[in-house]
T-cell receptor, first 114, second 113 residues
Framework: DQQVKQNSPSLSVQEGRISILNCDYT??????FLWYKKYPAEGPTFLIS?????DKNEDGRFTVFLNKSAKHLSLHIVPSQPGDSAVYFC?????????????FGQGTILTVHP | GAVVSQHPSRVICKSGTSVKIECRSL??????MFWYRQFPKQSLMLMAT?????????EQGVEKDKFLINHASLTLSTLTVTSAHPEDSSFYIC?????????FGSGTRLTVV
């Protein structure tokens, strides 16, 4: 049972344009969501997170949107840069006030072309 | 955030031998650490939650006798893959959680030949 799904295995974007990565979840107990960037043979690097009490969080070029009714979140990267090319994972936690285990999506390979 | 050191970064072992992977929290006392496994082109799957001073909590389908976890101090958790077989070849990653969020180790590529 895949509780966190990233239905797009890959995304290709031109440099300077917007990258939109999508993630859906099924567990209504999830209350904390994160996006990670990962290169092969390396650990994930944290990008941005959002609590279920918010619907938007912004940090520089990265913005995460959360639609709880649709159980959907998205990561927007504007403007996209070639250095953003990597695998992006969304993750969710049903942790309440503590940091519990994360459930990851399958990942989306983002390629940003110069 | 926390600084997490994981090693070795890669290891090749013979089938039937055991391999130990270390995860150290260098600047944070971690009462809880997590161990994940990632097969090629797949997601990170949680194997177990490692609790300092107590037994680890394993996810369904993960053999606790095969993947031994020891979290004897607030800065060190170890994962030992016992009697490794080729199907255990994977990328293993630890994570530390705390008030700052989650920090991941750099991962260990295990190849069993």
């Amino acid at each position: 049972d895949q509780q966190v799904k990233q239905n797009s295995p890959s995304l290709s974007v031109q440099e300077g344009r917007i990258s939109i990565l999508n993630c859906d979840y099924t567990n209504s107990m999830f209350d904390y969501f994160l996006w990670y960037k990962k290169y092969p043979a390396e650990g994930p690097t944290f990008l941005i997170s959002i609590s279920s009490i918010k619907d938007k969080n912004e940090d520089g070029r990265f913005t995460v949107f959360l639609n709880k009714s649709a159980k959907h979140l998205s990561l927007h990267i504007v403007p996209s840069q070639p250095g953003d090319s990597a695998v992006y994972f969304c993750a969710a936690s049903a942790s309440g006030t503590s940091y519990g285990k994360l459930t990851f999506g399958q990942g989306t390979i983002l390629t940003v072309h110069p | 955030g926390a600084v997490v050191s994981q090693h070795p970064s890669r290891v090749i072992c013979k089938s039937g031998t055991s391999v130990k992977i270390e995860c150290r929290s260098l600047d944070f006392q971690a009462t809880t650490m997590f161990w994940y496994r990632q097969f090629p082109k797949q997601s990170l799957m949680l194997m177990a939650t490692s609790n300092e001073g107590s037994k680890a909590t394993y996810e369904q389908g993960v053999e606790k006798d095969k993947f031994l976890i020891n979290h004897a101090s607030l800065t060190l958790s170890t994962l030992t893959v016992t009697s490794a077989h080729p199907e255990d070849s994977s990328f293993y990653i630890c994570s530390v959680a705390g008030n700052y969020g989650y920090t991941f180790g750099s991962g260990t590529r295990l190849t069993v030949v």
